[in-house]
């Protein structure tokens, strides 16, 4: 069991970037895969990014392969969602969720841990 604490969110202009943090608790956690979603007001949890347990592999929808990059640092139990050239529409509490094993889950109900999550608020 792992437990996830999100950080890095905030008050953001338009065009900026930003990088979230994901730090876990817990043993094991290079054997972890880990997603970062988002979900916005009204709208569904969407998946931005997914990184497996060691590292190199990763997966992206086509909606987020241009601005987004995930990474990990297996030594510091943190992976990063780094998001580059920010709009409004970008606005939503963003999670990082976390599931054990090989595979890079790709659906939301895939992820049985989750943080709380942190707000991203980009203005104009």
């Known amino acids: 069991q792992v437990q996830l604490v999100e950080s890095g969110g905030g008050l953001v202009q338009a065009g900026d970037s930003l990088t979230l943090s994901c730090s876990a608790r817990?043993?094991?956690?290079?054997?972890?895969?880990v997603g970062w979603f988002r979900q916005a007001p009204g709208k569904e949890r969407e998946l931005l990014a997914a990184i497996s347990h060691s590292g190199p592999g990763t997966y992206f929808p086509d909606s987020a392969k241009d601005r987004f990059t995930i990474s990990r640092d297996n030594a510091k139990n943190t992976v990063y969602l780094q998001m580059n050239s920010l709009k409004p529409g970008d606005t939503a509490v963003y999670y990082c969720?976390?599931?054990?094993?090989?595979?890079?889950?790709?659906?939301?109900?895939?992820?049985?841990?989750w943080g709380q999550g942190t707000q991203v608020t980009v203005f104009s």
């Open positions: 969720a976390a599931k054990y094993g090989l595979r890079i889950p790709v659906e939301r109900d895939e992820y049985p841990y």
């Open positions: 817990g043993r094991l956690f290079s054997s972890y895969a």
